[in-house]
């Protein structure tokens, strides 16, 4: 997934999961505004720990994977 496709599965997420961005927000111990952004796409003052948080309500975590697996950068 590219980066600034992220607010947008985030929204879908939760619309599936039937929660108002009020309910997401609160269960994931942000403000509804910083939610708006997230889906939004304004990630520039996300942090990974608020990221992770709404993901885990989302039922989803943060995973990390080599962009090319055959290549190791030195």
Known sequence: M???ELGEKIKT???EK???????????GISRA???KLENG??????????????GVLGF????KPKNPFVKRQ
């Open 18 to 28: 039937k929660l108002s961005q009020t309910e997401l927000a609160k269960k994931s």
């Open 2 to 4: 590219i980066l600034f």
């Open 42 to 55: 304004n990630l520039t003052k996300i942090s990974v720990a608020t990221l992770d948080r709404v993901l």
């Open 61 to 64: 975590t943060i995973d990390i």
């Open 34 to 36: 910083t939610l708006s």
């Open 13 to 15: 997420l939760r619309k």
